[in-house]
């Protein structure tokens, strides 16, 4: 399986801007500019898809570890915090909020730990990762 995604750039880094396409067409010519990663602007920015992209790919994971262990969960909510200082991503925050009915603590820890290091954007991401995971 290969994805990808195109980027386009005009002008310089900081007066410029661009847009960003996705295979899928859900980001179609989505505007990205550095007020839009640096400041408050309009449009997306490379951290908020790192955040997406981890969000989604820790919380599939948990679902599948979760599955694979007998437990149907409810509701998984991942929130994902991407700290973006002195020109690199230093951390990835994972928040998760869980419902899954019939788990012990101690099982839903080790899934959540397993997910938090084997989901493919995990891997792929070298910065410190961290979760706070609540069980309802």
């Not at 960003?20 to 602007?41: D, I, K």
């Not at 920015?45 to 790919?57: K, M, Q, S, T, V």
């Not at 973006?84 to 925050?93: A, M």
């Not at 994972?94 to 989901?119: G, M, Q, R």
Request: charged letters at 20%; proline letters at 3%; a negative charge.
């Amino acid at each position: 399986m290969k994805r990808n995604a195109n980027a386009v750039w005009q002008g310089t880094g900081k007066e410029g801007n661009g847009h960003l396409t996705t295979q899928s067409t859900v980001l179609n010519e989505t505007q990205y500019s550095f007020n839009s990663r640096f400041a408050e602007g309009v449009g997306t920015n490379p951290e908020e898809l790192i955040a997406a992209a981890h969000a989604g790919c820790f919380t599939m994971k948990l679902s599948f570890n979760l599955s694979g262990a007998g437990f149907v969960p409810e509701k998984l909510e991942t929130k994902c915090e991407i700290t973006f200082e002195n020109g690199e991503i230093t951390l990835s925050h994972l928040i998760l909020n869980a419902s899954v009915p019939e788990i012990t603590k101690e099982k839903f820890d080790e899934l959540v730990a397993d997910a938090e290091a084997n989901c493919p954007i995990s891997k792929l991401l070298n910065t410190k990762i961290s979760v706070d995971a609540t069980l309802a």
